[in-house]
T-cell receptor, first 113, second 119 residues
Framework: DAKTTQPTSMDCAEGRAANLPCNHSTISGNEYVYWYRQIHSQGPQYIIHGLKNNETNEMASLIITEDRKSSTLILPHATLRDTAVYYCIVRVGSNFGNEKLTFGTGTRLTIIP | GAVVSQHPSWVICKSGTSVKIECRSLDFQATTMFWYRQFPKQSLMLMATSNEGSKATYEQGVEKDKFLINHASLTLSTLTVTSAHPEDSSFYIC???????????????FGAGSRLTVL
């Protein structure tokens, strides 16, 4: 699997957009970019994923560069409840459901009141 | 959406006893479930892949006789920590994928986790 590099920690003011970067320069053509987050003492929560195109859902937007070597997760209006560790993971897609996800250290995002 | 339930959410046990943690997919079937372990201030570490109807696949360094995994049905996997010791105290998290959703992508749904404290 392609390795990812994320900043260890970031702060963002409440109500502002939080932009979390992720580098994945060795990503291959069939690998997706997934974002999960883990709020303290809870299980990880899926946020969004993408392959080539930018994606948006009710939680966030995912911007993938044209060369796919990096991406940015955007939380448009951060709230205190968005304080969590955010994980960027690169992995092949599958229709079988037996492909494991490996978590790195992630970015600890703190939303400041 | 897909929901994964874990039970118990927390458990305290004495050293030397065994503890069973259940992981259920509530509204979907999962032929494969994954068990992770997380120590304080660390990331999730994959322990094993649980396969319905067959033996689990353990990651390197994880003792299969210590952490018994049984995937007896398409909606239930159990992790038993045998002869638990204080160093086994950790946050155990399971996950599964709803194969009926998001075809082609590898999106996992995680349980809320089970915190084990061994005295």
């Amino acid at each position: 699997d392609a390795k990812t590099t994320q900043p260890t920690s970031m702060d963002c003011a409440e109500g502002r957009a939080a932009n979390l970067p992720c580098n994945h320069s060795t990503i291959s053509g069939n690998e997706y970019v997934y974002w999960y987050r883990q709020i303290h003492s809870q299980g990880p929560q899926y946020i969004i994923h993408g392959l080539k195109n930018n994606e948006t859902n009710e939680m966030a937007s995912l911007i993938i560069t044209e060369d796919r070597k990096s991406s940015t997760l955007i939380l448009p209006h951060a709230t205190l409840r968005d304080t969590a560790v955010y994980y960027c993971i690169v992995r092949v897609g599958s229709n079988f459901g037996n492909e494991k996800l490996t978590f790195g250290t992630g970015t600890r995002l703190t939303i400041i009141p | 959406g897909a929901v994964v339930s874990q039970h118990p959410s927390w458990v305290i046990c004495k050293s030397g006893t065994s503890v069973k943690i259940e992981c259920r997919s509530l509204d979907f079937q999962a032929t494969t479930m994954f068990w992770y372990r997380q120590f304080p201030k660390q990331s999730l570490m994959l322990m094993a892949t649980s396969n319905e109807g067959s033996k689990a696949t353990y990651e390197q360094g994880v003792e299969k006789d210590k952490f018994l995994i049984n995937h007896a049905s398409l909606t239930l996997s159990t992790l038993t920590v045998t002869s638990a010791h204080p160093e086994d105290s950790s946050f155990y998290i399971c996950s599964a994928r709803d194969l009926a959703a998001r075809s082609g992508a590898n999106v996992l749904t995680f349980g809320a986790g089970s915190r084990l404290t061994v005295l």
